[in-house]
Nanobody, 121 residues
Framework: QVQLRESGGGLVQPGGSLRLSCAASGRIFGTNYMAWYRQAPGKQREQVALITSTGSINYVDSVKGRFTISRDNAKNTVYLQMNSLKPEDTAVYYC???????????????WGQGTQVTVSS
């Protein structure tokens, strides 16, 4: 059984910074990709950033230049450094990952429980 656990959310003023972490635990042979999504009230969940096992990275346009995704493969952990935060970044942020769970490359795909990020003065 694989679990994803996020941490690092909270309340921050506009222009401030937060760093989110998501650690995968369980029977893990590797991670094909790890990603951050967010969902604001009344809006659809959107992908914010994704990083693959080879280091390829994608960002949604609204966060380019402000957010940075990174990963520590040894710790099966992905981070999201969020700078210059805006009120419109307020949302529940979810970790998402595809995990390799066996030597024959079977995979698990799942979500963390979410962490609230609120940007407000």
């Amino acid at each position: 059984q694989v679990q994803l656990r996020e941490s690092g959310g909270g309340l921050v003023q506009p222009g401030g910074s937060l760093r989110l972490s998501c650690a995968a635990s369980g029977r893990i042979f590797g991670t094909n990709y790890m990603a951050w999504y967010r969902q604001a009230p009344g809006k659809q969940r959107e992908q914010v950033a994704l990083i693959t096992s080879t280091g390829s990275i994608n960002y949604v346009d609204s966060v380019k230049g402000r957010f940075t995704i990174s990963r520590d493969n040894a710790k099966n952990t992905v981070y999201l450094q969020m700078n210059s935060l805006k009120p419109e970044d307020t949302a529940v942020y979810y970790c998402n990952a595809e995990i390799v769970i066996s030597l024959d490359a079977a995979t698990w795909h799942g979500w963390g429980q979410g962490t609230q990020v609120t940007v407000s003065s």
